[in-house]
T-cell receptor, first 112, second 113 residues
Framework: EAAVTQSPRSKVAVTGGKVTLSCHQT?????MYWYRQDTGHGLRLIHY???????EKGDIPDGYKASRPSQENFSLILELASLSQTAVYFC???????????FGKGTRLTVV | QQKVQQSPESLSVPEGGMASFNCTSS?????YFWWYRQHSGEGPKALM?????GDKKEGRFTAHLNKASLHVSLHIRDSQPSDSALYFC?????????????FGLGTRVSVFP
């Protein structure tokens, strides 16, 4: 089964601090995604990438950066964490844009 | 406006009963539809895809797509307690190909004994 591993699984961050969420996939997939899940908002796309060393903005990129140093790894960076960024973050990978997307187990981020 | 809309927000169904819920899209770019299921504390997992008009059956799950109206439905026959979860409809299209899936807000299904 396709594997997407996120770390850490949970984190408490201080307002204004820097947060890095990591994602690693062993599926040999080209596409990787970062989603945010909030109650009442479903899953919203933050950033995505379809090739190493390149990232694209999704629907809600403000306040987030992404990095794809290799096909396997995709990071989400919050340079200045804010209270409004408290949420559950999911990383996902897919073979191409219209095939099944495989999700990690999520990172619960709490900004205090 | 939400591009993928789901209804109802939640429903309860007795064990062994039929659960049915819906998804519509306002974006005619969307051509490919998926149903994902998320159990508490886990990531979403794909249940099935439907790309053509009509019905698609996989075990106890049947999806129906009407491309003309961009309406998709999912029906769960003989519902089990393990079917209690959040169900997402997701869509992708031709114009925003690389962006992958756009998700609805979900329908929460509770199966009671």
């Amino acid at each position: 089964e396709a594997a997407v591993t996120q770390s850490p699984r949970s984190k408490v961050a201080v307002t204004g601090g820097k947060v890095t969420l990591s994602c690693h996939q062993t599926n040999n997939h080209d596409y990787m995604y970062w989603y945010r899940q909030d109650t009442g908002h479903g899953l919203r796309l933050i950033h995505y990438s379809y090739v190493a060393d390149s990232t694209e903005k999704g629907d809600i990129p403000d306040g987030y950066k992404a990095s794809r140093p290799s096909q396997e790894n995709f990071s989400l960076i919050l340079e200045l964490a804010s209270l409004s960024q408290t949420a559950v973050y999911f990383c996902a990978s897919g073979q191409n844009a219209n095939t099944e997307v495989f999700f990690g187990k999520g990172t619960r981020l709490t900004v205090v | 406006q939400q591009k993928v809309q789901q209804s109802p927000e939640s429903l309860s169904v007795p064990e062994g009963g039929m659960a049915s819920f819906n998804c519509t899209s306002s974006d005619r770019n969307f051509q490919y539809f998926w149903w994902y299921r998320q159990h508490s504390g886990e990531g979403p997992k794909a249940l099935m895809s439907i790309f053509s008009d009509g019905d698609k059956k996989e075990g106890r799950f049947t999806a129906h797509l009407n491309k003309a109206s961009l309406h998709v439905s999912l029906h769960i026959r003989d519902s089990q307690p393990s079917d209690s979860a959040l169900y997402f409809c997701a869509a992708s299209g031709i114009n925003n190909y690389a962006q992958g899936l756009t998700f609805g807000l979900g329908t929460r299904v509770s199966v009671f004994p």
